[in-house]
């Protein structure tokens, strides 16, 4: 399938989550897709983990994240053909608990 559709933004954190949005691919790659696979990189590091858990719509909840520690994420959509390109947040995004300045 093509890459998802960005931007890929965070609409809400929490102590130890943060809960994530995008849009479908525009081109499915001829098959419907059957998920997304969602990665994160703690900032300072290269190292880019999947995030546990099924994602079938283009909104997730990473959890078990670390408070006060900043993530990138990348979501990459998945069919029977195989997994597109990443999309990327554009900065990192900092665990932390609502009402305080997210960004």
Do not use: M
């Amino acid at each position: 399938p093509a890459p998802c559709e960005g931007p890929l933004e965070a609409i809400e954190a929490t102590k130890s989550t943060v809960t994530l949005q995008w849009k479908p691919p525009k081109d499915d790659g001829g098959s419907d897709i059957s998920g997304y696979i969602i990665e994160k990189c703690l900032e300072g590091t290269d190292v880019w983990e999947k995030c546990p858990g099924i994602f079938i719509q283009p909104k997730a909840t990473i959890k078990h994240l670390d408070e006060g520690k900043s993530y990138k994420f990348r979501v990459k959509a998945e069919n029977i053909h195989g997994e597109s390109e990443p999309i990327e947040t554009r900065k990192h995004i900092v665990v932390k608990p609502p009402y305080s300045n997210l960004f």
